[in-house]
């Protein structure tokens, strides 16, 4: 009978975020980053060691305060989470109000997070209506709806920041593109025209001038005769 293989998802980790610091977790496919964000977060606990919380061992937290604690942590999945057939505003009072807000707060507290991540005035737009990066943006302002209760963000692999603005970058790159290939076809018909107009009335002198030799000719002959 085969012996099982202990595998190691994360191993001799020792990490420390401090509030209002920006931490990047890189590295390749199955090193373990998404393990340690689902340990940062609560979602998750570890088999050894501990995982601190503003001093508070998340794990041996129990019930509605661990829940409460995962509730702490934004998270902004690969996958666009909106529900296409609800107006941003309504997709973020649902989060607001699975995070445990007040109806009343909530409202105010959607504006303000749509305004911090640049996208004041949305709420009655549906998601089809946004870009790509702003729809990002969306899933981002809903993740800091959970960070107001208070705050840590938690990017899940890949920055909603950047991806918006990879895909706004790319959005302006592609209408730029489309620009240029549409001025040099409209420029290669403009010079083909004008090559047409030029050779016409270059054609049409060329005619004249022929018609008036030939004319001058004949009126000379007739003179000498």
Not at 166 to 180: I, L
């Amino acid at each position: 009978m085969e012996e099982r293989r202990l595998t190691y998802a994360v191993r001799d980790i020792s990490l420390t975020v401090e509030q209002g610091e920006f931490v990047f977790l890189i590295g390749s496919s199955g090193a373990g980053k998404t393990t340690l964000l689902q340990l940062m977060s609560g979602e998750i606990a570890p088999d050894e060691g501990t995982v601190l919380l503003n001093n508070t061992n998340i794990a041996r937290m129990l019930g509605p305060w661990r829940v409460r604690a995962r509730r702490t942590f934004g998270v902004v999945s690969q996958q666009g989470l909106l529900i296409r057939k609800r107006t941003v505003g309504e997709n973020l009072m649902l989060a607001a109000g699975a995070a445990g807000m007040m109806r009343r707060k909530s409202r105010e507290a959607v504006k303000k997070a749509l305004g911090i991540v640049g996208l004041p005035g949305v709420e009655e737009c549906y998601p089809a209506e946004l870009s790509i990066g702003e729809s990002r943006r969306v899933e981002l302002a809903r993740a800091v709806l959970n960070s107001m209760m208070p705050s840590y963000i938690s990017g899940f692999i890949y920055s909603a920041l950047i991806d918006s603005f990879c895909c706004e970058q790319n959005a302006r790159m592609t209408a730029m593109d489309s620009a240029n290939q549409n001025a040099e076809k409209l420029l290669g018909e403009l010079s083909l025209e004008f090559n047409r107009v030029r050779q016409a009335a270059i054609t049409q002198e060329i005619t004249e001038v022929s018609a008036g030799a030939r004319a001058q000719r004949k009126n000379h002959q007739k003179n000498e005769r």
